[in-house]
């Protein structure tokens, strides 16, 4: 059979583009954003209409819509993250960076040396290599550390064992290149196990999020957050903000669309904290619907792989540029004239659009 060892770009593909196991979360996404409905306001004033300009942890962006921690960019554009860096740098937007990334956290600093960039965070099972890396990142200028709390282990990805997935020769872990290796050595499964296994704390618990505190200053912000519990712990263990996120539906199958849950992760942080929002977001309507349940900020993923595989940095501004235009023409067709005004009456959750609802006689 013709396979992903003879066509390394199917391989490449399917480590973006997968789900763990059956896919169910990754595909009744699209639906969960689809049922929630948008209440269109008559006679707006579009000429009034301000813009997406927005803050994040008190810094200005130009819109809610930022880049999610993506692994490996160097897989479909020989720049990297650091092509990523100039678009979100165009678009004055954030970047938020994988630990896991193939550009160092340097050179896409130095990439884009004016822009917000924050970075996610894997722990080594070395509290030296963790202080090394969070100092670096204060001293490139990165302005809050984004800790993934959603991969304990790594996610059943099916295609990836079955591929072998394996980062090419020559293709390093930027980032964390002087603290481990690429060389996979395994014959069966995928080789993102390896490296999980070489480098990964996976003892990393609640009580290691004190201990950070310890070693940085800078903001902590927890991603993969998934129920209000978690959100309300989040807040106990002095997080700085939370970010609403299943991972991409990479992690843990059969749960919720992140859509679905984000409501009640903001009732959780009681308005204390800040929360930001990922999973399938692939609209300007999805942004306004994440903004309206209460995120400030809407993460994407797999979008800005599409389109730096597609045109390099060009291909991501045109990615966020799309979407952004999207979400104006929302915003002021749901007489939103600024972020701010993004709120709960703008939308509708399916259940009151049911038809039992619809002709219920009140
Ligand atoms: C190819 C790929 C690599 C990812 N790498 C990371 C990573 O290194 N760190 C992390 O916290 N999340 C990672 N994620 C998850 C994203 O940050 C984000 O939560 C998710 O992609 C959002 O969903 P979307 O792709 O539907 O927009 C990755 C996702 C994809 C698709
Ligand atoms: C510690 C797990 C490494 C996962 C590699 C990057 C990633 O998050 C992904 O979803 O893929």
Same mark, same amino acid.
């Given at each position: 059979?013709?396979?992903?060892?003879?066509?390394?770009?199917?391989?490449?593909?399917?480590?973006?583009?997968?789900?763990?196991?059956?896919?169910? *979360?990754?595909?009744?996404?699209?639906?969960?954003?689809?049922?929630?409905?948008?209440?269109?306001?008559?006679?707006?004033?579009?000429?009034?209409?301000?813009? *997406?300009?927005?803050?994040?942890?008190?810094?200005?962006?130009?819109?809610?819509?930022?880049?999610?921690?993506?692994?490996?960019?160097?897989?479909?554009?020989?720049?990297?993250?650091?092509?990523?860096?100039?678009?979100?740098?165009?678009?004055?937007?954030?970047?938020?960076?994988?630990?896991?990334? /193939?550009?160092?956290?340097?050179? @896409?600093?130095?990439?884009?040396?004016?822009?917000?960039?924050?970075?996610?965070?894997?722990?080594?099972?070395?509290?030296? @290599?963790?202080?090394?890396?969070?100092?670096?990142?204060?001293?490139?200028?990165?302005?809050?550390?984004? @800790? *993934?709390?959603?991969?304990?282990?790594?996610?059943?990805?099916?295609?990836?064992?079955?591929?072998?997935?394996?980062?090419?020769?020559?293709?390093?872990?930027?980032?964390?290149?002087?603290?481990?290796?690429?060389?996979?050595?395994?014959?069966?499964?995928?080789?993102?196990?390896?490296?999980?296994?070489?480098?990964?704390? /996976?003892?990393?618990?609640?009580?290691?999020?004190?201990?950070?505190?310890?070693?940085?200053?800078?903001?902590?912000?927890?991603?993969?957050?998934?129920?209000?519990?978690?959100?309300?712990?989040?807040?106990?263990?002095?997080?700085?903000?939370?970010?609403?996120?299943?991972?991409?539906?990479?992690?843990?199958?059969?749960?919720?669309?992140?859509?679905?849950?984000?409501?009640?992760?903001?009732?959780?942080?009681?308005?204390?904290?800040?929360?930001?929002?990922?999973?399938?977001?692939?609209?300007?309507?999805?942004?306004?619907?994440?903004?309206?349940?209460?995120?400030?900020?809407?993460?994407?993923?797999?979008?800005?792989?599409?389109?730096?595989?597609?045109?390099?940095?060009?291909?991501?501004?045109? @990615?966020?540029?799309?979407?952004?235009?999207?979400?104006?023409?929302?915003?002021?067709?749901?007489?939103?004239?600024?972020?701010?005004?993004?709120?709960?009456?703008?939308?509708?959750?399916?259940?009151?659009?049911?038809?039992?609802?619809?002709?219920?006689?009140?």
């Amino acid at each position: 059979m013709w396979g992903a060892k003879d066509n390394p770009k199917k391989m490449f593909h399917d480590y973006y583009q997968s789900g763990a196991e059956g896919e169910h *979360t990754l595909n009744t996404t699209r639906d969960a954003f689809n049922s929630i409905k948008l209440k269109a306001r008559a006679l707006g004033d579009a000429d009034a209409f301000k813009g *997406t300009e927005t803050t994040f942890l008190g810094h200005k962006i130009a819109s809610p819509i930022c880049l999610a921690p993506t692994a490996f960019h160097m897989l479909v554009n020989p720049e990297g993250e650091c092509a990523t860096a100039r678009a979100a740098a165009g678009t004055k937007t954030l970047q938020c960076l994988s630990t896991w990334s /193939n550009c160092s956290l340097e050179e @896409v600093a130095e990439a884009a040396p004016d822009n917000l960039r924050i970075l996610q965070c894997y722990f080594s099972r070395s509290d030296e @290599v963790n202080k090394d890396i969070f100092e670096r990142a204060e001293k490139a200028g990165y302005k809050a550390l984004a @800790v *993934t709390v959603d991969t304990q282990i790594l996610g059943n990805r099916e295609a990836d064992a079955e591929n072998k997935f394996s980062l090419p020769k020559g293709i390093k872990m930027g980032t964390i290149a002087k603290y481990t290796s690429t060389h996979v050595t395994g014959v069966e499964g995928s080789g993102l196990d390896e490296y999980v296994r070489k480098y990964k704390h /996976n003892g990393f618990t609640w009580k290691d999020i004190l201990k950070i505190r310890q070693f940085t200053s800078l903001p902590i912000i927890l991603k993969g957050i998934q129920c209000k519990e978690d959100a309300a712990k989040a807040v106990e263990y002095g997080a700085d903000a939370i970010w609403v996120s299943n991972h991409g539906a990479r992690q843990l199958d059969t749960t919720p669309a992140s859509i679905e849950v984000l409501e009640e992760c903001v009732q959780g942080v009681d308005g204390k904290i800040e929360v930001y929002f990922d999973g399938g977001v692939r609209r300007g309507t999805d942004v306004l619907k994440a903004l309206a349940l209460g995120a400030s900020a809407v993460f994407i993923g797999r979008p800005q792989l599409w389109g730096l595989a597609i045109d390099g940095q060009k291909g991501v501004e045109d @990615v966020l540029k799309i979407l952004n235009s999207e979400l104006q023409r929302s915003m002021i067709l749901t007489d939103c004239q600024e972020v701010k005004d993004i709120t709960k009456e703008r939308v509708i959750h399916s259940a009151y659009c049911s038809p039992k609802y619809l002709t219920a006689k009140i």
